[in-house]
């Protein structure tokens, strides 16, 4: 999320249900004394100027250049954003099977798929 903001762009997390919203929200204000993100949760007056929104839902109310769909969230249609980040636990068969649903339905010529698998020492590997 910082390196979209940092870019200049808005970002829209959805979650698939409240509790997990919930546990990010109360994450983001305090996750590092140093800096701090910005963000708001769908539903108020201000979402539309939200850097970072948080939302259940398949809205983009802030006009988001980037959709995070975390632990489960699904959306019908990936057009109109810059990028879709589909976040899941790969030792979840329920969120694998999801994830590797979203890849076939997203993949076509209009979008450019990769895939990034977390390694043992915490960085990111492309797999495809």
Not at 54 to 78: H, M, P, S
Request: aromatic share 10%; proline share 3%.
């Amino acid at each position: 999320m910082e390196k979209s903001v940092a870019r200049g762009w808005k970002v829209v997390l959805q979650f698939a249900d409240e509790p997990a919203r919930d546990r990010i929200d109360a994450h983001l204000w305090t996750w590092r004394e140093q800096s701090f993100l910005p963000h708001g949760i769908e539903g108020g007056d201000a979402d539309a100027r939200q850097p970072i929104l948080l939302t259940t839902g398949e809205g983009n109310a802030n006009g988001a250049n980037i959709r995070f769909l975390c632990a489960g969230a699904d959306i019908a249609d990936a057009d109109g954003y810059e990028r879709v980040v589909v976040m899941f636990d790969g030792h979840d068969n329920e969120q694998l099977d999801r994830a590797r649903g979203q890849w076939r339905r997203f993949l076509g010529p209009a979008n450019q798929l990769t895939y990034w698998q977390q390694n043992g020492a915490g960085g990111w590997e492309r797999k495809a």
